[in-house]
């Protein structure tokens, strides 16, 4: 393999520099040892660009993450919104004719007496409309709580710096590279 074709891909002065270095090390350009110094360093430079790409590529999928969360919560929000409604809409629907049939009853029984307290049936048993506005407003509570704590869940899960770990070895060998600041 000829010198032109190893260093195939690099620009010019990284040519010059690679034959350089090459000759202050003792190595000549038909040497098979610089051949596959030549051939690493392609792979070096592969695996530095891959990391690049790889880092981001990770950063647009955590931006699709995110957004998918925002969606899903809000989604999530919206139908137990509409669970909620529907609930109370049922329950109202069942008990304004009882409601109404009371109040007239009553009303008509005594007029000058202050109304009783309104009861909705349902079922074998009485509840006051209070206890059912109570329960509904319970029920949207814990929605919104679980909602709370899904994203908080996913955000805290999700948001931590990752940190990368370096062996000696590979801080000798940045550090050789010149580059000056390692995190």
């Not at 690493?40 to 955590?62: D, K, P």
């Not at 109404?100 to 006051?128: D, W, Y």
């Not at 940190?163 to 550090?175: C, P, Q």
Request: charged share 15%; glycine share 6%; proline share 2%.
């Amino acid at each position: 393999m000829r010198t032109s074709e190893i260093l195939q891909g690099y620009s010019e002065a990284e040519q010059q520099r690679i034959v350089e270095t090459a000759q202050q090390l003792g190595l000549a350009e038909d040497d098979p040892m610089f051949q596959v110094m030549a051939t690493l360093g392609r792979y070096e430079e592969t695996m530095i660009s891959l990391q690049a790409r790889m880092e981001a590529m990770i950063e647009a999928w955590v931006l699709t993450v995110e957004e998918k969360v925002a969606n899903t919560s809000k989604t999530a929000q919206s139908v137990n919104n509409t669970v909620v409604s529907n609930a109370v809409r049922d329950v109202l629907t069942e008990q304004m004719p009882l409601l109404i049939q009371q109040s007239s009853t009553s009303s008509a029984s005594s007029a000058s007496s202050p109304p009783k307290e309104m009861r909705l049936s349902t079922g074998n048993s009485r509840m006051h409309f209070w206890s059912i506005c109570a329960l509904v407003g319970g029920v949207t509570a814990a929605g919104a709580m679980l909602a709370s704590f899904t994203t908080w869940n996913v955000m805290t899960n999700l948001g931590q710096n990752q940190s990368v770990m370096l062996s000696n070895n590979d801080l000798k060998i940045l550090r050789g590279k010149g580059i000056s600041r390692v995190a």
